[in-house]
Structures are given as structure tokens and as C-alpha cells.
């Protein structure tokens, strides 16, 4: 085998996998399009299935426009779920301030006496938040 050989056998290996590529980003739009109905989804996978190369040819002359778009909507909710995501772990728990105000309260109903309420601020402030809110309520 020469270089040549492989060279050719690289060009049609790398042309298999950017066929691959194209088949699953077609098949993947097919079912990412919200306005196409459950049958034409159907018609349009058997279509690209059966006959590979024209279905290709005619889903990217046919819808090929919108296919930028429909990702570009897809990445734009898929950042919006992240975001909502990533806001709501980091508010879980309450701040640092809400327990002090918490603790306050309890002191100002006569829950806790003035020396609890110090030894509880104090674990508050040095991060042990869950655990004084819960011992000071107890009591």
C-alpha cells in the first residue's frame, strides 16, 4: 500500500463520517421542527432512509433555510433552561442575612435568650447556618 492509497482510503473514510454527519443533523432537525406534523416527520425519515442521497438532497433544497434557525432556537432554550437552572441551585438555602434576621426575630418573640442568640450568630457568621437556625428553633 502507498501513500497514495491511503490518502484515497482518508478522503473516502472522512467522506463517510461527514455523511454520517449530515444524516444525523438532517434527522435531528426533522424532529427538532415543531411545525411539522407526526406523518410528515415519518415521510421525510423514510424518505432520507430509503433513498439517502435524494432525500438528503431534497430535505436541504426544502427546508434547508430554516434548519440554521430551528438550531439557533435550540441553543437559545437550552441556554435559558441552564440559567434558570444554575439561578435556582445557587438561591437554594437561605443567605447568610436571612438567618441573621431569622435569629433576630426569635430573640425579640423570647424564643431564644440574648446568650443563644450570640452563640447561634456566631456559627451563622462562621458558615454552620443550617445547623443554628434548627438548634435555635428547638428550643
Not at 473516502?12 to 463520517?17: D, H, I, K
Not at 434527522?27 to 435524494?54: H, M, N, Q, T, Y
Not at 431534497?58 to 434548519?67: E, F, N, S, T, V
Not at 436571612?98 to 423570647?110: A, F, K, P, S
Amino acid at each position: 500500500m502507498n501513500l497514495w492509497d491511503v490518502m484515497v482510503s482518508i478522503f473516502w473514510f472522512m467522506l463517510l463520517v461527514a455523511w454520517f454527519w449530515l444524516l444525523i443533523a438532517i434527522v435531528s432537525d426533522i424532529f427538532r421542527d415543531r411545525e411539522l406534523g407526526g406523518a410528515a416527520k415519518g415521510l421525510w425519515c423514510l424518505f432520507v432512509i430509503l433513498l439517502p442521497w435524494v432525500g438528503v438532497l431534497c430535505y436541504l433544497i426544502a427546508r434547508g433555510p430554516g434548519m440554521a434557525d430551528r438550531s439557533a432556537r435550540q441553543a437559545a432554550a437550552n441556554e435559558q433552561h441552564f440559567r434558570s437552572y444554575v439561578r435556582e441551585v445557587a438561591s437554594t438555602g437561605p443567605s447568610v442575612a436571612d438567618e441573621l434576621e431569622r435569629l433576630t426575630h426569635l430573640r425579640e418573640q423570647g424564643t431564644i435568650t440574648a446568650d443563644e442568640y450570640e452563640l447561634a450568630k456566631q456559627q451563622v457568621l462562621r458558615g454552620n447556618a443550617s445547623g443554628s437556625t434548627a438548634q435555635a428553633q428547638a428550643r
